[in-house]
């Protein structure tokens, strides 16, 4: 072989010497440092709104659990909802900065030919799934309370509608007028007992019965309206009876539900707020 062919074949080896050591001693480093760099900084975001997330649901929590979401007052409930709503949104966004801090974990260990693992992969690996499972509670938490101050005002509204227009209208024997209100609450209670029985809302069932109550209720008061403006005196004088026996029902049932709120809640809710507690404060113990 002539030496021009060993000289370029020699200086081809070197430089791919040259350059899988700029890999190994610049690159590969400079690489873990940014990954290093780049989950410790979506550590800390998700940390500090895991925070802020958990001090939120406490405060919603202590609100709803006593009594459920049909024992606030109107302002009440809305300014719940508004905090849910931008308590849902934080769970998202902590839980968010969780998943890259784990994929930077991830990348960080898969880099070859290092010696040993980045440090901070081992440190900070337990905040990340101490985060994960907390966040993904809370978030359940979250979207729940959502669900239960939207229901809560939907609640509200047919009460209007079932004491502002049905009960005057039923009293003054304005027939249509109360045919009108009765169809309208039994759109309003449909949608009400779909939303009850979303298993997201972690709604006590005993709500849903209140629910099918005055749906009862509604739908014979429409009956009893049209029979009277029709003439039946026999058959609303029957409906009449019914309609006092599902006011008692819907009284029963309401009354049940608020005194089993507590214990729904310390049943279904606080274990999902101590699992909350627990794994956001083991993450804020772990070392990283």
């Known amino acids: 072989m002539p030496w021009g062919t060993w000289i370029l074949a020699v200086v081809f080896l070197l430089a791919a010497v040259g350059a899988t050591g700029a890999i190994l001693l610049v690159v590969q480093p400079a690489r873990v ?52 709503q931008t308590t849902e ?4 966004d902590a839980l968010a900065y969780d998943e890259v801090a784990k994929a930077d974990l991830v990348e960080a260990d898969a880099i ?3 010696l040993h693992p980045p440090l901070f992969t081992k440190s900070d690996r337990p905040a990340v799934l101490h985060l994960e499972t907390g966040l993904q509670a809370a978030s359940r938490l979250a979207h729940a309370a959502t669900l239960e101050l939207e229901l809560a005002q939907t609640v509200a509204a047919d009460q209007g509608t079932l004491d502002g227009q049905l009960t005057p209208a039923l009293n003054a024997h304005a027939w249509t007028e109360a045919a009108r209100a009765a169809s309208t609450a039994q759109g ?14 972690l709604l006590d069932p005993l709500w849903g019965k209140w629910i099918e109550a005055r749906l009862a209720y509604a739908q014979t008061a429409q009956s009893y309206a049209l029979n009277a403006a029709s003439g039946q005196a026999s058959t609303a004088q ?17 009354t049940a539900a608020r005194r089993g709120a507590a214990s729904w809640a310390a049943q279904t809710i606080q274990p999902l707020l101590d699992t909350v507690s627990r794994e956001v404060g083991a993450a804020s113990l772990s070392a990283g």
């Open 112 to 114: 070859p030919f290092q």
């Open 33 to 84: 440092a940014d990954l290093g760099r780049s989950e410790s900084q979506q550590l800390g975001l998700a940390r500090t709104g895991a925070a802020t997330v958990q001090q939120s649901l406490n405060a919603l929590w202590a609100d709803l659990g006593p009594g459920g979401p049909f024992a606030l007052t109107a302002d009440k409930v809305s300014a719940d909802l508004a905090l849910a």
């Open 238 to 254: 029957q409906l009449l009876q019914t309609l006092s026996t599902q006011s008692a029902a819907i009284q029963a049932t309401g």
């Open 89 to 92: 949104k934080q769970a998202s």
């Open 188 to 201: 309003q209670l449909k949608a009400e007992q779909l939303g009850a029985a979303n298993p997201d809302a």
